[in-house]
């Protein structure tokens, strides 16, 4: 259960650290103040998801894509994230992109090492 939690602290604190540089890097990405939480919350719930939806639509489909469904749910995310209720703004194409960009690498990167660290220290 501990373990659970943290993997859950974890997605939350990786979203909102990528979700915050995307907007600091990208002067078409604003986030609201209010809606802020909202949006790392829906954001990390709609891609937690849509990655094994996505990942499983592509390996059925085009299983060459297969290893970029993460990215695709990302983007998906971000999009559902972007609407009324959210605290993030998104304006252009490329934006777009490079915000979808952004988040999944960042995300990633702290999927892969985050746990590595906090879970060494948790069972410490």
Not at 8 to 13: E, N, T, V, Y
Not at 41 to 64: E, R, W, Y
Request: proline fraction near 3%; hydrophobic fraction near 60%.
């Amino acid at each position: 259960m501990k373990k659970l939690l943290i993997g859950i602290g974890i997605q939350l604190g990786s979203s909102a650290v990528a979700i915050i540089i995307a907007a600091m890097l990208l002067p078409r990405f604003s986030l609201g103040l209010g809606g802020f939480l909202t949006a790392v919350v829906i954001f990390t719930i709609t891609q937690s998801l849509l990655t094994g939806f996505v990942a499983k639509l592509a390996s059925t489909h085009v299983p060459a894509l297969a290893g970029l469904a993460s990215l695709a749910s990302t983007l998906l995310a971000l999009i559902i994230a972007n609407l009324p209720f959210g605290g993030i703004r998104i304006h252009g194409f490329l934006t777009w992109i490079l915000a979808a960009l952004i988040v999944w690498a960042i995300t990633g990167l702290c999927a892969m090492l985050a746990p590595k660290y906090l879970l060494k220290v948790a069972s410490s």
